[in-house]
């Protein structure tokens, strides 16, 4: 499996601009809050560690995954915002709506990025399972929230 042939808290320095006058929102879903609490700290901390300051840190919370695309886009309308990093944790169930949730939002975020001319970032673990998603939220695999905010800084220095 391509996750565990490496960490996702782990990235080169390449592309990493000063980001200290840089404001991002993070939107965070509140399904399998366990999880996404941890992906928010996870992008949080590493934002912090690369330079943002906490009061350009904007977090909005949303119910689920699926709300992500239209909190995304509340937040990226908004000319002061640089990047818009997205949280959330969608479990497969026993029917089709995990697929319907997944798709939905990785084609609606990537619209919002698109029409927005901003980074609108993906960082929705879509586990089989719940021992999965910790594994990617600060388990063995790294955290996906620390991936995410490393892929909104280095887009903002494309
Ligand atoms: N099952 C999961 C959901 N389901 C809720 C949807 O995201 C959405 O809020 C609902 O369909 C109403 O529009 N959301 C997750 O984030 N994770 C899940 O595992
Ligand atoms: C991904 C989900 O919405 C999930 O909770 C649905 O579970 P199920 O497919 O068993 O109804």
């Known amino acids: 499996m391509a996750t565990s042939l490496k960490n996702l808290s ?8 000063d980001v200290s006058t840089k404001k991002f929102a993070i939107v ?6 366990e999880v996404t609490e941890a992906l928010f700290n996870g992008a949080y901390q590493t934002l912090l560690k690369e330079g943002a300051k906490e009061e350009n840190i904007i977090r909005k919370n949303v119910p689920g995954s699926f709300e992500l695309t239209l909190g995304a886009q509340w937040m990226a309308q908004n000319n ?52 999965q998603a910790l594994d990617r939220a600060g388990g063995k695999h790294g955290n996906k929230g620390d991936e995410a905010a490393i892929t909104a800084i280095k887009m903002l220095g494309f």
């Not at 782990?10 to 601009?17: E, R």
């Not at 965070?28 to 809050?33: D, G, I, K």
Request: with cysteine; proline share 3%; aromatic share 10%.
């Open 28 to 33: 965070v879903a509140e399904w399998n809050a």
């Open 80 to 131: 002061t915002i640089d990047a818009v990093i997205c949280l959330g944790c969608v479990i497969q169930g026993e029917t089709r709506h995990f697929d319907f949730i997944c798709n939905a939002v990785a084609h609606g975020l990537t619209d919002v990025g698109m029409k927005y001319n901003k980074p609108v970032i993906f960082g929705v673990l879509t586990p089989n399972n719940q021992e």
């Open 10 to 17: 782990d990235y080169s320095q390449t592309n990493m601009v």
